[in-house]
């Protein structure tokens, strides 16, 4: 799998792996949420990024989305720490037995934000990121039951208190930190937005935990949902899900995502009108 514009390797505590092929997840996933089913129309675009283990099995390690036929975009620092290292995007709400699934496809080729960079913070061991958005294109063409999300124009503006629902693939607990192999979901509100980020208040015990990092928050409208952001992870100098959890709000995000489409020569993403 070849990946562009490398950078330094990202000592966040949003995701890891460790030297073996098994691995020690430290993202974002979904906390007091449900199950999704496969009729919901979250499945249609939400991915998960996985690694195959030495059984054979696949394990996730973070979730994305699918923007276009051939792109999916997920957290810049779940590719950084897949360098020299083969992994897989699989769709439907449940992880597949194998790779050999027809709803598993390669990564081919992936790129990150240029601005993407670790930010230290006072918390030792634990750093933040900001522009952490990338893009990968996969190997072949998506299974006939899916179809990319729309992105949110550059033009919205997110308000204070505006529900979302969050999905991914993530661990339901920050204390177990079980990687599930269904697909979960859960509806909350905007807390905040400030600069390139939504915010959502976790102190009820609803929202993103450890791993589930580049998942997406998506914004139901009448004509369909609309995705708004992907999973940073815990705010600034917070390493559990119970306080904020930072989304990449991709109204900021509209350049890199054209870029992204064309460096990787993937058909490009469509965009909501307002």
Request: glycine share 8%; hydrophobic share 40%; aromatic share 6%.
């Amino acid at each position: 799998m070849k990946k562009t514009l490398l950078l330094p390797m990202m000592f966040l505590a949003a995701c890891s792996i460790s030297n073996n092929a098994s691995m020690n997840i430290d993202g974002a996933g979904i906390i007091g949420g449900n199950d999704v089913k496969a009729a919901d129309p979250v499945v249609t675009s939400t991915v998960g990024l996985v690694l195959e283990q030495p059984d054979g099995s696949l394990r996730p390690f973070c979730t994305g989305v699918l923007v276009s036929a051939d792109m999916v975009i997920t957290a810049a620092h779940c590719i950084d720490i897949m360098e020299n290292r083969t992994y897989y995007v699989v769709f439907g709400n449940e992880i597949p037995a194998s790779k050999d699934d027809p709803h598993v496809i390669e990564v081919a080729e992936a790129i990150l934000h240029r601005k993407f960079r670790s930010v230290p913070t006072k918390t030792p061991g634990v750093a933040t990121s900001e522009n952490d958005l990338g893009a990968i294109r996969l190997y072949d063409k998506i299974p006939g039951t899916f179809k990319p999300a729309v992105i949110v124009s550059d033009k919205y503006l997110m308000k204070k208190d505006t529900e979302v629902v969050l999905v991914g693939y993530g661990a339901t607990s920050d204390t177990k930190r079980e990687m599930p192999t269904t697909l979960k979901s859960v509806h909350v509100k905007v807390a905040r937005t400030h600069d390139q980020f939504l915010v959502f208040d976790q102190s009820n015990g609803k929202g993103a935990c450890f791993g589930d990092s580049g998942g997406p928050a998506f914004l139901e409208t009448a004509k369909g949902l609309v995705l708004v952001g992907t999973t940073r992870g815990p705010e600034a100098g917070v390493n559990d899900c119970h306080h904020y959890a930072e989304y990449t709000y991709l109204a900021k995000q509209k350049e890199f995502l054209i870029n992204a489409s064309d460096s990787l020569d993937a058909e490009p993403p469509q965009f909501a009108k307002e």
